[in-house]
């Protein structure tokens, strides 16, 4: 791998502890071009724009998906990424999907492990704090015609995050517009669902809701996802989450919460999770909590539901009875490496370029 190290590096002027999400990047960058069928030489280099023109075809027909992931640092300053080869399998299924070239494991983790080696320094630490990191690949060659593109660019950027979502936020359940259809592309992380969701997402806001819980295509009778999160429904005791299918995306966070809502000996039915039945849950008392999940947020407590013309408003549970904040707790102390890892989900990332430098 080639590593370029930035001559002017911006962290001693980064404030870690104020920061808005999403807009600063870390100093370097990772990226690997495909052509004529194969993987040219990986690169780590300065964070910055790459020139491109519009008739590349990622822009035009969309052959474009990414991951997200996180990097946590403990208070030894000790840095660990959280089941990353879920998103290394994942992003696999979505370029498969998509008639993109796979990502060799070799080439996404040495690249991931040694960028965020590299850039550890901007990693914020405590409560809530990550490094955001997104692989994204995307076709590149530049011709107009609606075919498979012979040219790729994949790379990894990151950026500093905090826990935002943190207030518990209101949610139209969708009775017309959907995310992902039968035989579509919903489980895939493919850039342009990302844009189909925006539209509605944006009436949804007009309308006062953070979020759209998104339904089947059919006839909106069942909860797929929420917002960019897989969603979870309590009703008494026993918590409910749609089954993944071509329509849902296999998220990393939904895995692990079933896993430790599990260990927690708390029930847990995948299958349908029909509208009509959270409804009649709510009107009768039984239902007590709806929460997204999901690697930015880890946890988005859902304060009200809007289906038709009614607004359900959730009971307010404390941490220690919400299962939603209870589960996120245990998740967030196994991520920062502040409880025990049973499960083996923690991947320490080495000090490597450090030592070497
Ligand atoms: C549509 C969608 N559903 C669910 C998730 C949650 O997946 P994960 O827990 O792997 O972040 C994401 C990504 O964060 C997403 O984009």
Redesign the pocket.
């Known amino acids: 791998m080639i590593i370029q190290k930035s001559a002017n590096p911006r962290i001693s002027n980064f404030d870690l502890e104020n920061f808005s999400f999403g807009n600063t990047f870390i100093d370097h960058m990772f990226i690997c071009e495909y052509e004529d069928g194969k993987w040219g030489e990986p690169k780590i280099m300065p964070y910055g724009p790459i020139g491109f023109s519009p008739a590349m075809m990622g822009v035009n027909y969309g052959q474009a998906c990414f991951e ?1 992931m996180k990097a946590y640092k403990d208070e030894n300053d000790d840095v660990f990424l959280f089941r990353p080869e879920k998103n290394f399998s994942r992003i696999n299924k979505s370029t498969s999907r998509l008639a993109m070239p796979e990502i060799p494991k070799d080439i996404f983790m040495e690249g991931l492990k040694t960028l965020i080696d590299l850039d550890r320094d901007w990693i914020p630490k405590g409560e809530g704090m990550s490094l955001y990191i997104r692989p994204v690949i995307f076709a590149t060659e530049e011709v107009l015609k609606a075919r498979i593109s012979n040219k790729y660019m994949f790379a990894i950027v990151a950026t500093p995050a905090k826990s935002y979502y943190a207030e518990p936020v209101s949610v139209k359940i969708s009775d017309h517009y959907s995310r992902a259809a039968n035989g579509g592309v919903g489980f895939a ?1 493919a850039a342009g ?1 990302y844009a189909a969701s925006f539209y509605p997402t944006k009436l949804a806001n007009e309308e006062g809701f953070e979020q759209v819980i998104w339904t089947d295509d059919i006839a909106h009778e069942y909860f797929e ?1 929420s917002g ?3 969603v979870f429904v309590r009703i008494n005791d026993t918590i409910y989450t749609p089954k993944t299918s071509d329509k849902i ?1 296999d ?4 895995d692990s919460f079933i896993k430790l809502a599990e260990k927690r000996g708390i029930e847990v039915v995948i299958g349908d999770v029909r509208v009509k039945d959270v409804v009649e849950a709510f009107d009768n008392g039984t239902l007590k909590e709806v929460w997204g ?4 947020v880890v946890t988005s407590v859902f304060k009200s539901l809007g289906y038709q013309d009614r607004l359900l408003t959730l009971p307010v549970l404390s941490d220690e009875e919400s299962f939603a904040l209870s589960l996120k707790k245990d998740l967030t102390d196994i991520q920062t490496n502040k409880a025990e890892d049973p499960f083996g989900w923690r991947f320490k990332v080495e000090r490597k370029i450090l030592e070497k430098a």
């Open positions: 997200g992380k669902n996802e960019t999160m897989n995306l998220g990393v966070t939904r999940v999901g690697t930015a």
